[in-house]
């Protein structure tokens, strides 16, 4: 008999005997059990979803939204799929018209291939150099040499220290450091850290040359003049931002009380170079007043011309002005009784030319007894016009109790006025020495530019000649060296020791300098050519500027500078301190950009022109330009 579900599922009451029995169910049962199931929870959810409905209204809104953000996005990335569809269609039309253009050259490429037959590439020939070229790369710490290495030369004694970064009580670390730094520029130290060299280099980079003994060194900027406050607001008001040449030598000389023979251009602004000294003399002396006043002024300028008196006048009075100080012009071509007025009510500074100042000087409107600060501007101009014995009239008037001591051992008395003379001209004639000799106590003779007899000491040779036949030329004037010495320039420091190793080899006491040595390395080297240990130096252009090495016979330049500016410092290592010298430029095809340059200095020193130089296209124009015109004979040279 078949039992009820009720009877199946049993109740609660049921014995757990009966409870424990197995059931067994037939397949209707089991469908209704499963139907009964799934029915009975539904009102329950049903229940609760309505009773979130009513607790949150909005629901069913954010259902919706959400709906409408789903649609967007499909909307979204179906126009991004088209896009992309765009993107990739066009990019296969542009290969495909490529591939269509590439088919066309071709096809006009076997056109001319079969009309004009076919360009066969030249083959590259290399050559042997090229083949051999010898590669030395090295470290400065691998250098074992005597002359460098500079364990043989300052020996360190052991200390008792050890551990990490020392090796037998030598710190390394601080060795390492001080053989690998980098020399710095002038521009980049400041003034207690600049060394001789670096002042060489600093006087080259603006063509200062000086003669004479205990030169102070020039001065770099305004700052470093030792000028008063006063004059240095009044420099900057002027505009005047950094020195000049001229000023940047003279005037450390004029804060001195040198005497100074300044050889310069008009408009090297020299005019400057005597004003700020003399305004800085004068602002220490006792001011004018009704006991001093008939003693003349304090200092006396001379000019040749009544322009060249004006133009100083209105420099000076724009610096005098504020250290309240008086300026009276005498020039000729002007009331003398107006200026003879001026001049007696009193003035510091009295700015004349030589034949105005004489007239003044023979009908007592002036006299020069605290006179002593005299200026002589364009003196090889004046002497030029005839004014030498109205100059040293003027000279002669003024007190001679405080000229300087005539031997150069005597220490100048700093608390003591002296006679200060400023003398300036573009060349050293014959009469401006006259002058100097008579009135000048150990003056320095300060240069700047190309001024002078300086660049006529040296014969300039040039040799057109392939690359490869400059080593045996090199050794052919070596060979003619005999006991004296010679630089060797080159480009880089490769060739610099290939070239050193290959003399070495053949038995020339070589040395090298250039960048890749430390400083201490590179002074070595120089001391040991200076002492005579080696008579050749290769060096790049590390050492062709700011070295100072006396008798050196010749220089030879075995790589021709890129630019123009480093030949001329290169030549002049040679043919210094008054000595003649003798400069030897290889100059090779490769070297035309800078062959119409080399040209104009040979031709400006009337040095021999190579005749190769002298026909090839590129020395008759500058590079850059195009000719507008047929050469002059003007530019013709002189032809070996």
Same mark, same amino acid.
């Given at each position: ?65 959400? =709906? $409408?953000?789903?649609?967007?996005? *499909?909307?979204?990335?179906?126009? /991004? &799929? +088209?896009?992309?569809?765009?993107? %990739? ?93 980098? =020399? $710095?520029?002038?521009?980049?130290? *400041?003034?207690?850290?600049?060394? /001789? &060299? +670096?002042?060489?280099?600093?006087? %080259? ?436």
């Amino acid at each position: 008999m078949k039992r009820s579900i009720n009877q199946v599922t049993g109740s609660t009451s049921a014995t757990s005997a009966d409870a424990n029995k197995p059931v067994f169910l037939s397949k209707a049962q089991r469908e209704e059990l499963a139907l009964n199931r799934r029915h009975d929870p539904i009102p329950d959810h049903r229940l609760l979803r309505e009773q979130l409905d009513r607790s949150t209204p909005n629901r069913s809104e954010r259902r919706r939204g959400r =709906d $409408r953000d789903g649609d967007r996005d *499909r909307k979204r990335s179906f126009r /991004e &799929r +088209d896009r992309e569809r765009e993107e %990739e269609e066009a990019k296969s039309r542009e290969k495909a018209r490529v591939e269509k253009l590439l088919d066309r050259e071709k096809e006009l490429d076997a056109i001319k291939e079969q009309y004009l037959g076919v360009k066969k590439p030249k083959k590259r020939v290399s050559k042997p150099s090229e083949k051999l070229r010898f590669s030395f790369d090295w470290e400065n710490t691998e250098d074992t040499s005597r002359d460098t290495n500079a364990l043989y030369q300052n020996p360190r004694e052991a200390q008792l220290l050890f551990g990490r970064g020392f090796l037998a009580g030598t710190d390394r670390r601080q060795q390492k450091k001080h053989y690998t730094s980098v =020399d $710095r520029h002038w521009s980049d130290k *400041r003034l207690d850290e600049m060394s /001789e &060299r +670096d002042w060489r280099i600093f006087k %080259e980079d603006f063509n200062i040359s000086y003669k004479g003994s205990k030169i102070p060194p020039p001065m770099r900027s305004w700052e470093e003049s030792k000028l008063s406050s006063e004059l240095l607001k009044a420099v900057e008001r002027a505009g005047y931002n950094a020195p000049r040449p001229i000023q940047m030598a003279a005037i450390p000389l004029g804060l001195q009380q040198r005497d100074v023979i300044g050889v310069a251009e008009t408009g090297s602004g020299k005019t400057h170079a005597f004003v700020l000294p003399m305004l800085a003399y004068i602002a220490r002396l006792p001011p004018m007043s009704e006991e001093n006043i008939r003693e003349g002024p304090y200092a006396v300028v001379l000019a040749p011309t009544h322009e060249l008196a004006q133009q100083i006048e209105k420099e000076t009075v724009k610096f005098a002005r504020c250290l309240g100080l008086r300026v009276v012009l005498t020039v000729g071509g002007q009331s003398i009784e107006e200026q003879g007025l001026k001049l007696a009510q009193g003035c510091e500074i009295v700015i004349a030319t030589p034949g105005r100042l004489i007239d003044c000087l023979e009908r007592r409107l002036v006299v020069l007894n605290q006179c002593n600060y005299v200026v002589l501007d364009e003196a090889d101009r004046m002497i030029d016009m005839g004014f030498e014995p109205q100059v040293a009239c003027v000279l002669d008037a003024m007190p001679s109790s405080n000229l300087k001591p005539e031997k150069e051992e005597e220490e100048l008395d700093e608390k003591k006025i002296y006679r200060t003379t400023y003398m300036f001209s573009a060349t050293m004639a014959s009469g401006v020495e006259r002058l100097a000799r008579k009135y000048l106590r150990n003056p320095v003779v300060v240069t700047i530019g190309t001024a002078g007899k300086a660049t006529d000491l040296i014969s300039q040779h040039v040799i057109m000649m392939k690359e490869s036949e400059k080593f045996f030329r090199l050794q052919k004037l070596l060979d003619e060296l005999g006991d004296k010495t010679a630089f060797v320039f080159v480009n880089t420091r490769i060739k610099c020791h290939s070239i050193a190793k290959s003399l070495d080899k053949a038995g020339y006491r070589v040395t090298t300098s250039h960048g890749g040595k430390s400083q201490e390395q590179r002074e070595i080297s120089l001391e040991g050519f200076r002492a005579k240990r080696y008579n050749v130096l290769v060096a790049t252009d590390v050492v062709g500027r700011g070295i100072d090495i006396q008798d050196v016979a010749h220089v030879i330049n075995y790589d021709m500078p890129k630019p123009i500016e480093m030949y001329t410092h290169r030549i002049g290592r040679t043919g210094r301190a008054g000595k003649s010298g003798v400069a030897t430029t290889f100059l090779t095809l490769n070297d035309t950009d800078v062959f119409y340059d080399l040209k104009q200095i040979l031709v400006q020193s009337n040095s021999a022109v190579p005749l190769e130089l002298a026909r090839h296209e590129a020395s008759r124009f500058k590079p850059g330009t195009v000719p507008d015109r047929p050469p002059r004979h003007s530019d013709t040279g002189y032809i070996n």
